[in-house]
């Protein structure tokens, strides 16, 4: 079984700048759409962060990270994500946990956490004010 591997994160100071990168555990393995999405503390619910169609490299983000984040991807072997993270905001503190999928979904379901079937353990996001 295949797993997402997850790295970057940490402690940033609001403004500051972070990547976050996702890739698989089996190198030949690829995806059809791979993402983050994020759970602020204390908070149930997860929510897209950005997402990006692998082949094509249509985006989508959330509407609090537009204009301040850039989902790109590995346009070789298709399996590697990265989450350029900039201005960060103290709001922005969570868990963000890297999804994808290697099954085709159509693009107006993207937001939602059902069209992923692999979750990595989630990468801590901390910022200060």
């Known amino acids: 079984q295949e797993r997402l591997v997850e790295s970057g994160g940490g402690f940033v100071q609001a403004g500051g700048s972070l990547q976050l990168s996702c890739t698989v555990s089996?190198?030949?393995?690829?995806?059809?759409?791979m993402g983050w999405f994020r759970q602020a503390p204390g908070k149930g619910e997860r929510n897209l962060v950005a997402?990006?169609?692998?082949?094509?490299?249509?985006?989508?983000y959330g509407e609090s990270v537009k204009g301040r984040f850039t989902i790109s991807r590995n346009t070789t072997f298709l399996n590697t994500a990265y989450l350029q993270m900039n201005a960060h905001h103290p709001e922005d503190t969570a868990t963000h946990f890297c999804?994808?999928?290697?099954?085709?979904?159509?693009?107006?379901?993207?937001?939602?956490?059902?069209?992923?079937?692999?979750w990595g353990q989630g990468t801590q996001v901390t910022v200060a004010p």
């Open positions: 089996r190198r030949a393995f690829s995806f059809y759409a």
């Open positions: 997402a990006i169609d692998m082949s094509g490299g249509t985006t989508s």
């Open positions: 999804v994808a999928t290697a099954k085709k979904f159509a693009w107006s379901i993207v937001g939602e956490e059902d069209a992923y079937d692999y």
